[in-house]
């Protein structure tokens, strides 16, 4: 497995070279924080066993949430925290698309009209959901911002999971959509209303539109069940970074080549890129300084937990059923004996006062033989 803090040290001064200005504060500190990530010039927490007082340093992560190797906990705490709003309706997942007539625009402007992008995606579900015969009330949404294609290009766009239902508050009543409906809203009505309600908030921002935009948007709306693994999927890139290791499958020549799972044809492809530019790749991925790239909406924002628990009582529906099956934080265990070890002082100054040793790319592929 080749290392991303390896393809770092090897082409982090022909990145900074090309993009010279154009490089994000973000995007320096990202590259920063992933650079020396467990490396030795990582502060370091000092461990105890359990069992035999056997005592370890052992390098802190970066933390950073485009790390490939950092925030898996984070990542659980979160889906958790949807797992146990769970209602008794069916979900889906709609997928709001920006043009791509429109992204240069979007990229230059990534902190208001991110939020734009997701408010509006929001607002289209809610204005349907409030208008819907059958469903007449607050809807609910689990909103996450991604902003790669699978081959790591810009193409930032909006996931919902939704639950086919809504809560009618003046009326106190629960309602939910025909089995025999079959979908939730019409794909291009929504679009249609996503158009203009995310063209009227660039307005508002005084933002002139591209030339070229298109009539035409798209929404994806299909059905996923009860909603987990729509869930769990949007919880593998919320935390983790655009890419994972062992999609990077080599490294030489001064080129980078990783794979990716094509959509439509359902296998692995290959792309291969000077160094620099897939640093450019990933880097571009990361988000403005504290923005939330997940959010929740209507009767599943947070606010809401005295309603979902009894609708949950009502129904008798379960959620520490589906957050059983989630598999535990892994502890780390000691060397000697195998037990369990505990954590008992963090940030604790690097091991070593040289200058840091950064990793290779013949070391990380040393490492993984």
Not at 55 to 84: I, N, Y
Not at 251 to 279: D, I, M, S, W
């Amino acid at each position: 497995m080749i290392l991303l803090s390896a393809i770092i040290a090897s082409f982090e001064a022909d990145y900074l070279t090309q993009s010279g200005e154009t490089s994000l504060p973000s995007q320096r500190n990202a590259l920063q924080a992933l650079k020396t990530c467990r490396t030795s010039a990582s502060p370091v927490m000092r461990a105890q066993c359990s069992a035999c007082d056997h005592t370890e340093l052992v390098p802190h992560s970066c933390g950073h949430r485009a790390c490939p190797h950092c925030q898996h906990h984070e990542s659980q705490q979160w889906l958790e925290r949807q797992l146990a709003k769970q209602v008794p309706a069916t979900y889906f997942l709609l997928t709001f698309t920006v043009p791509e007539a429109l992204r240069a625009l979007v990229w230059s402007n990534q902190q208001r009209l991110y939020d734009h992008l997701i408010r509006a995606s929001w607002e289209t579900v809610r204005t349907f959901a409030r208008n819907d015969k059958q469903l007449q009330g607050e809807a609910g949404a689990i909103a996450v911002l991604h902003t790669h294609s699978r081959r790591l290009d810009f193409h930032p766009h909006v996931h919902l999971v939704v639950p086919a239902a809504a809560l009618d508050p003046d009326k106190k009543r629960w309602r939910t959509t025909s089995a025999k409906r079959g979908y939730l809203f019409n794909h291009k009505a929504l679009a249609k209303v996503f158009r203009a309600k995310l063209l009227a908030a660039i307005a508002a921002e005084g933002l002139t539109l591209p030339p070229g935009l298109p009539s035409t948007w798209v929404v994806d709306c299909k059905n996923v069940g009860r909603g987990e693994k729509a869930l769990v999927y949007l919880g593998r890139y919320l935390y983790r970074g655009v890419i994972q290791e062992k999609d990077i499958v080599a490294c030489e020549n001064g080129q980078v080549t990783f794979r990716y799972r094509h959509a439509k044809r359902k296998r692995f492809e290959y792309r291969t890129l000077p160094g620099a530019r897939f640093l450019a790749l990933v880097l571009q991925h990361v988000l403005p300084k504290g923005f939330r790239r997940a959010r929740n909406f209507g009767f599943l924002h947070p606010n809401s937990k005295r309603a979902i628990a009894l609708l949950q009582w009502l129904f008798g529906l379960d959620p520490k059923r589906l957050i059983a099956r989630l598999k535990p934080r892994p502890q780390l265990t000691c060397p000697c004996c195998g037990a369990d070890m505990r954590i008992m002082q963090t940030r604790l100054p690097p091991r070593s006062p040289q200058p840091p040793r950064m990793p290779t790319i013949e070391a990380a592929e040393a490492l993984a033989m």
